[in-house]
């Protein structure tokens, strides 16, 4: 058998087992799916957002908070972090989904008649959809002035994002896992370390059981994709891939620059904490399943394997 075979019939396996996960996805967002208004107790009394409420206060997930600095900190101003935090970390979470979006809308557009990727491509979309609702609302409700993304990042990522979704779809989903996978994994640690605030906890419970369809969605369209791409194709994404991952983590799991300024936390104290064991382990551990799959797709080269590493990305 010719290594081309070989090669045909395994790409038509992994197309095969592509088109069984779209229709496994499609049937269950129309199953299992949340509204942000009806599926989340907004008007709740337990449910509401107080600046020094110590429900907010979680100091066993976020690296910043297993530090002196914020250990020095008072119940109230510990509280106050916190919500700046999560804020902060909602409105970025919205900023990407938006970006998300526009790429996922560019695929679209050139799907043909009968496309399973076009139908679960807008299922998504309808699913961002309600998640940026739910995150900006929680915004709003903590009366917070939190900026989200980075103007740089937000700027560059305007500019290219669809050209990169019609010309290099593989290496727009590459970008999509960089969003997903350090988010999916904060989220899911703080669940599991237990939210103390309902509101959070019903966001998070929400986000992280429709992220779970997303994650399988990009990492099967690379599976699938990436045998199909030229040597050439392949090569750039395995070489832009981690500086995409890397920004794209950082900017996911760290606190934004308002945040420290809004704390009066010191540039040099900020600098320290994003650099402690606690969140180069973080960093790490985060992309951990996409490490995995780059091996598995063959787009791990020596090459690419050094730049995990001065991304602070690589290790076990
Ligand atoms: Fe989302
Ligand atoms: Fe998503």
């Keep these: 058998m010719s290594v081309a075979h070989i090669q045909d019939s395994k790409f038509t396996e992994s197309f095969g087992s592509y088109s069984k996960m779209l229709a496994r996805l499609n049937k269950l967002s129309v199953d299992k799916h949340f509204d942000a208004y009806l599926d989340v107790s907004w008007e709740d009394p337990e449910f509401q957002i107080e600046p020094g409420d110590p429900r907010l206060i979680e100091s066993s997930v976020d690296p910043f908070t297993q530090s002196e600095w914020f250990e020095n900190l008072s119940t109230e101003a510990k509280a106050q972090y916190c919500l700046y935090r999560y804020s902060s970390c909602l409105k970025t979470g919205w900023h990407f989904e938006n970006l998300l979006q526009r790429g996922l809308l560019a695929i679209a557009f050139r799907e043909k008649n009968g496309s399973e990727t076009f139908r679960y491509v807008h299922h998504e979309i309808i699913e961002e959809s309600q998640h940026t609702l739910m995150f900006q609302e929680y915004v709003n409700r903590s009366g917070l002035p939190v900026r989200g993304m980075a103007w740089r990042y937000r700027f560059v990522a305007e500019l290219i994002i669809e050209r990169v979704a019609k010309a290099n779809p593989v290496l727009f989903f590459v970008f999509v896992l960089g969003g997903e996978e350090p988010a999916d994994h904060l989220q899911k640690s703080l669940l599991k370390a237990g939210l103390k605030h309902p509101l959070l906890e019903r966001i998070m419970r929400i986000h992280v059981t429709e992220e779970a369809r997303h994650l399988s969605f990009a990492r099967h369209y690379l599976e699938s994709h990436v045998p199909k791409a030229s040597r050439g194709q392949r090569m750039i994404v395995s070489l832009v891939a981690p500086f995409v991952l890397g920004i794209m983590a950082r900017i ?65």
């Design 252 to 316: 996911m799991i760290f606190p934004a620059s308002d945040l420290r300024k809004h704390t009066k936390m010191g540039f040099l104290e900020y600098r320290r904490l994003a650099r402690s064991p606690q969140s180069r382990a973080m960093l790490r551990d985060c992309l951990q399943r996409t490490r995995k799959l780059f091996c598995e797709l063959g787009l791990m080269g020596p090459a690419a394997e050094v730049l995990w590493k001065i991304h602070g990305i690589w290790g076990d």
